[in-house]
């Protein structure tokens, strides 16, 4: 795909991102485009961690994909560092045109760049087409999620 960028995010991408993240049924109850100010304030957060790296796919001016990639150092797997993906998104107009699959590739790539041993994401169990998507790609479903809401 010659015609993609995948850049690092600036806040003019913030509504575009925050459409992407409202854009399904889990999305649409968790997410609030109207009000960008929760997620200004988030991005200026991102923006200063240097183990963050908030990125958005951009084809012919638009923006089409997005997703966080976090270093994290560690003590377990004798001193491995990895990384983490959240936030995989595609604009729905881009579903099924191998963009994930190139976003997930640049994730991957930029983590044995940034000496990351590992690799992670979770995907919400519901999410069985993404499961799929994942297990292509080589990731496998090794380990049970757990959160607790604050």
């Known amino acids: 795909m010659s015609d993609l960028t995948i850049r690092p995010v600036v806040l003019a991408d913030l509504p575009a991102i925050v459409a992407m993240l409202a854009d399904d049924p889990i999305g649409a109850k968790r997410e609030s485009p109207d009000d960008l100010t929760p997620y200004e304030q988030a991005f200026a957060r991102l923006a200063a961690d240097p183990h963050q790296h908030l990125v958005v796919a951009v084809r012919e001016g638009r923006t089409v994909g997005t997703l966080q990639l976090s270093l994290i150092p560690g003590l377990s797997r004798r001193g491995s560092t990895r990384t983490i993906i959240e936030a995989v998104r595609i604009d729905a107009t881009e579903r099924g ?53 604050l």
């Open 97 to 149: 045109s191998g963009l994930g699959t190139e976003l997930i590739e640049w994730a991957i790539d930029t983590s044995r760049t940034l000496g990351a041993n590992l690799v992670q994401l979770t995907s919400d169990a519901t999410r069985t087409d993404a499961h799929r998507f994942y297990e292509r790609l080589g990731f496998v479903a090794s380990h049970l999620g757990f959160k607790l809401a």
